[in-house]
């Protein structure tokens, strides 16, 4: 088994474990770690990370031979499996440790937050396979980067420490490495028990944003539908019960 989850009350962690190959994913991998995610729907926050030194250093080409490997078996099985992590009805942490490429940067993309190990090192290590980045690197390199510095780290394979890629607005906050994981445990345990639907809404709000590149008034619009959606819940009674009674509310999720 390549892929393992643990659960810890309304926490999950899926867990990349092949730490002898850098948690390199080959193509049942893949497979296998989108049956896990499907199988913890139930999680009201999940946390994504690497066994050993790395968090994934890619796709496992070891066994590949460029002469019979057609890339868009792979490639469209990952497209899919970074659509469900993206989707997934709960917040998402990952943990950026060691080497964060390819295959492991677009899962890292697809979470919600990440936390970064100072020594993780992000980029593209295309340039010395004769390959394109993937896994939705463009996409992110040119949002947060610009064309002039995305194409440097393409065409230059050079990669990024996990203080710069933080500073650089790649992700969310850099760590130390020996406290990253349980630093993330941490935030993951206290966004489990806040009100679930209403951080899957405002998932979507954003994501919106990201993917239609939608203006402030039609945000806005979509706000308020979140609203009154959320309105209806059992959580947005209970935030507003216990801010009228001054006390810690307690969420269902629901």
């Keep these: 088994m390549s892929i393992r989850t643990e659960r810890n009350g309304d926490v999950v962690e899926v867990v990349l474990d092949w730490p002898e190959k850098l948690n390199s994913l080959d193509l049942d991998a893949l497979v296998e770690l989108d049956s896990a995610l499907g199988s913890v729907e139930d999680a009201r926050a999940l946390v994504l990370r ?13 066994h590949v031979d460029p002469a019979t490997d057609d890339p868009r078996g792979y490639l469209d099985t990952l497209t899919a499996l970074l659509h469900r992590l993206a989707e997934f009805p709960a917040p998402t942490f990952g943990v950026a440790t060691g080497a964060c490429l390819g295959v492991g940067l677009g899962l890292l993309i697809a979470t919600d937050v990440v936390y970064v190990a100072d020594t993780a090192r992000i980029g593209s290590p295309f340039a010395g396979l004769g390959a394109a980045l993937d896994s939705g690197g463009h996409a992110l390199f040119v949002a ?15 990669l990024m420490s996990g ?3 933080v500073a650089s607005g790649l992700f969310s906050r ?19 028990a806040g009100p679930t639907a209403a951080f899957v809404t405002e998932k979507r709000l954003v994501a919106r944003l990201r993917d239609d590149r939608i203006g402030l008034w039609d945000s806005v619009a979509d706000e308020t539908d ?19 009674e001054k006390r810690r509310p307690g969420f269902t999720g629901r």
């Design 163 to 165: 203080a710069d890629a």
């Design 174 to 192: 850099v760590v130390p490495a020996d406290d990253v994981l349980a630093f993330t445990r941490e935030k993951a345990a206290a966004v489990a």
């Design 226 to 244: 979140a609203q009154v959606a959320l309105s209806a819940t059992a959580d947005y009674a209970e935030g507003f019960a216990a801010f009228r």
């Design 50 to 62: 690497g066994e050993g030194r790395a968090f994934c250093a890619g796709r496992d080409v070891s």
């Design 144 to 158: 947060r980067l610009g064309t002039h510095r995305a194409l440097d780290l393409i065409y230059t394979g050079e």
